[in-house]
T-cell receptor, first 113, second 113 residues
C-alpha cells in the first residue's frame, strides 16, 4: 500500500499570516497530486491540483511540488478564520491517470482572529 | 450543476443488522467511488466503478460488504451484517473520468451500536 503522510496538527496561525501545509508520499511514480479542504462534518472539496514540478498559484492558494523529494505542499496566504478546516493531501497511485487516489490523514488548520 | 447526492445522511443500527447507502452521481460522470472515512483519518477507497463495471474493489471486505451500480448511474453500498467497527462516514464521489478530480457527496454517517 502506497503511503501519503501529513502532520495531523493542529497547525495554528494568526489571521493574515501564511499557513504552510506539507505532505510526503512514497510512490515515486506518482504524477498527480490534489489538495482537498474538509470542514468539520462536511465532505472534502477540491481546492488545488498539480501535476508538474514547481509552483501553481490560484488566488490565495499556492501548491508546490517537488517530485525528487516526493514532497507536495500547500501555502495559504492572508489566512482567514474561514480557512480553518482539515486539509487533505491526495496522491494518485502510479504514473498513469487511472490509479486510485490515496489520501493522507489530513492536517487541521486553525486560523485565529 | 447538481452535486453528488447521498442518502441517508445519518444511520444508527444495531450490530448484526443490515444497512444500505445510496448514491446519485453528478450527471454525466461515468466514474463512481465509495470511500470510507474514519474520524481523524483520510478517506479510504472501497470500490471504484467505470460505468457499471467495478474496476477496483480490492479494498472492499467482500464477506460483508457489497455494492452495485445498475445501469451505470446510481449506486448502492450494502453491509450485512454490520459490526461495531463499521461505524464511520461513507462517502460517495464521482468524476468525469478516472483521471479527473473527484467530487464528493455529503456522506452517510453510520453508527453501529
Amino acid at each position: 500500500q502506497k503511503e501519503v503522510e501529513q502532520n495531523s496538527g493542529p497547525l495554528s496561525v494568526p489571521e493574515g499570516a501564511i499557513a504552510s501545509l506539507n505532505c510526503t508520499y512514497s510512490d515515486r511514480g506518482s504524477q498527480s497530486f490534489f489538495w482537498y479542504r474538509q470542514y468539520s462534518g462536511k465532505s472534502p472539496e477540491l481546492i488545488m491540483f498539480i501535476y508538474s514540478n514547481g509552483d501553481k498559484e490560484d488566488g490565495r492558494f499556492t501548491a508546490q511540488l517537488n517530485k525528487a523529494s516526493q514532497y507536495v505542499s500547500l501555502l495559504i496566504r492572508d489566512s482567514q478564520p474561514s480557512d480553518s478546516a482539515t486539509y487533505l493531501c491526495a496522491v494518485r497511485e502510479g504514473s498513469g491517470n487511472t490509479g486510485k487516489l490515496i489520501f493522507g490523514q489530513g492536517t487541521t488548520l486553525q486560523v485565529k482572529p | 450543476e447538481a452535486g453528488v447526492v447521498q442518502s441517508p445522511r445519518y444511520k444508527i443500527i444495531e450490530k448484526k443488522q443490515p444497512v444500505a447507502f445510496w448514491c446519485n452521481p453528478i450527471s454525466g460522470h461515468n466514474t463512481l467511488y465509495w470511500y470510507l472515512q474514519n474520524l481523524g483519518q483520510g478517506p479510504e477507497l472501497l470500490i471504484r466503478y467505470e460505468n457499471e463495471e467495478a474496476v477496483d474493489d480490492s479494498q472492499l471486505p467482500k464477506d460483508r460488504f457489497s455494492a452495485e451500480r445498475l445501469k451505470g448511474v446510481d449506486s448502492t453500498l450494502k453491509i450485512q451484517p454490520a459490526e461495531l467497527g463499521d461505524s464511520a462516514v461513507y462517502l460517495c464521489a464521482s468524476s468525469s473520468g478516472s483521471g479527473s478530480p473527484l467530487h464528493f457527496g455529503n456522506g452517510t454517517r453510520l453508527t453501529v451500536t
